[in-house]
């Protein structure tokens, strides 16, 4: 009986048709407790992948996700990608990446969904109202470290495809999983494995969905673009040694001024960069990106409440949100080498290292703007006329990521937000960095759309993270309703 209804609603989904989408919403809604009880286990497992003291429990994370995957009929792999080079040079072993397939029809269209479940470094000294490694439920919001980002978006579609296993109503689609341990540190390894996999794992793949961002607002969203990230480190040294101010101050060049006085020439006090070159390449804004901003839903009054702040560097909507994802940033994180302790200490570093970031728009090219940075702060560093040394590296150089909003992936997107949730979705970009978007762009040449269902208040990589139960449950009905949706596509 369940298989002949599933035919008839595989060709429609409208209507009398909906019957098939109220049986896999129902489900959602019968099982939710479950769901959560699953998020519970996986947020308790410390799978920072920062601290190598802990890669026992990011290979245990890898062998859970592996586990579930199994446990719902997936074609399971899990593949080697070598070794990690850590700090003092010794070599430690990389988090298997999972890989799992969910059907094979040719006739079909193939989605692979990316995701990681490592996590950024959480202590409940650091300001956790709880434990962050205990899923804690408090009025509807799931507290826990990697809740939002990255495990419930993971899990929120291995449910997805579970709950058409467990009713026995045939996929849509073909679907394939590839998920990673170690997105919070670079990826390491991950570049290399889809080199290597272009023409086998790759080779039947249609478009690239990945769920590891958030909405900006309660309404739901569809994300086409992230900014790129060039990261570097400017290093003066001088004396050889440290020196105690008493006795060296006043006649030695200190390198945490000199360092000091050029990190002040890389911005204005208005947020304007200063390198030469940088704001130019900038793309113009169009008249059809112009109107995308004036529709999206963002309370700017709202945004500085959450901050904390009073005032903001623009007090408009679309200014402000063409310089969160359209305009290049530049921050500057922290100087290593400089005395940061509680106390007091009077000593001269002998070296110091500034570490700053320019997070970069499409038109940008990382290799440029290496140049562009080493080239400015060497003059700076030489108009000062010291001694000492400077040394400029750019040690990360990830690119911009931005599709095109036209493309089918979004209009099903579109589609899957409003029969979910009943409003038309914001088409946001991101702020932020994701490499493996555009690595998977430029391996694979395949269509790619981020789909989110993350909260906008779900504090990513601060301290009381979450999810809401709100965006869980029903961000697995959006993807159960997105695999029908992309089912629809014309397949070439």
Request: hydrophobic residues 40%; proline residues 4%; aromatic residues 8%.
């Amino acid at each position: 009986m369940m298989k002949s209804i599933s035919l008839v609603c595989l060709l429609m989904w409208t209507g009398v048709s909906s019957f098939m989408f109220d049986n896999l919403t129902q489900y959602v809604n019968s099982h939710e407790e479950e769901f959560i009880e699953t998020l519970r286990k996986w947020v308790s497992i410390e799978s920072d992948s920062s601290d190598i003291s802990k890669r026992s429990d990011l290979h245990r994370m890898m062998e859970v996700t592996a586990e579930k995957l199994r446990l719902i009929g997936g074609a399971v792999e899990m593949v080697d990608i070598g070794m990690q080079t850590i700090s003092n040079g010794s070599t430690i072993e990389l988090p298997k990446v999972v890989t799992a397939q969910f059907g094979s029809d040719a006739t079909k269209h193939t989605v692979c969904i990316y995701g990681h479940v490592d996590v950024q470094p959480a202590k409940k000294e650091d300001g956790w109202a709880t434990d962050p490694y205990q899923l804690t439920d408090i009025n509807g919001n799931l507290y826990g470290r990697g809740a939002s980002d990255n495990k419930a978006p993971v899990l929120a579609w291995i449910h997805t495809v579970e709950v058409y296993k467990a009713l026995n109503i045939e996929l849509p689609v073909n679907v394939k999983f590839i998920i990673e341990g170690m997105e919070e540190t670079g990826s390491d390894g991950l570049d290399a494995m889809i080199v290597a996999q272009k023409d086998t794992f790759f080779s039947d793949v249609d478009f690239i969905i990945i769920s590891d961002c958030g909405w900006l607002s309660r309404r739901p969203a569809l994300t086409y673009g992230t900014r790129g990230n060039c990261y570097f480190l400017a290093e003066v040294s001088g004396p050889k040694k440290d020196l105690h101010s008493g006795v060296y101050g006043g006649t030695v060049i200190e390198p945490m001024i000199d360092l000091i006085g050029i990190m002040d020439k890389l911005i204005s006090p208005s947020g304007k960069i200063l390198i030469p070159g940088i704001r130019e390449a900038v793309a113009p804004l169009s008249d059809e990106e112009w109107k995308i901003y004036q529709d999206i839903e963002f309370d700017v009054e709202r945004y500085k409440e959450d901050i904390g702040i009073g005032e903001l560097m623009y007090n408009n909507k679309v200014d402000l949100l063409a310089h969160r994802w359209r305009h290049p940033t530049l921050s500057i994180h922290g100087i290593e080498g400089a005395f940061s302790a509680p106390g007091t200490k009077t000593v001269i570093p002998a070296k110091v290292t500034a570490k700053f970031s320019i997070r970069q728009v499409p038109n940008m090219d990382p290799a440029v703007v290496e140049k562009q940075v080493t080239d400015y702060l060497n003059s700076v560093f030489a108009k000062r006329k010291s001694p000492n040394k400077l040394n400029v590296t750019m040690v990360i150089g990830a690119k911009p990521w931005l599709a095109d909003v036209n493309n089918p992936l979004y209009e099903a997107g579109k589609a899957a937000a409003k029969r979910v949730f009943n409003v038309d979705p914001d088409m946001i970009r991101e702020g932020g960095t994701i490499p493996i978007a555009r690595s998977f762009q430029d391996v694979t040449g395949k269509s790619i759309i981020m789909l989110p269902i993350g909260g906008f208040d779900d504090g990513l990589h601060s301290q009381n993270e979450k999810i809401s139960r709100y965006n869980y449950i029903e961000g697995t009905k959006l993807f159960i309703a997105y695999l029908h949706e992309v089912s629809q596509i014309k397949k070439n």
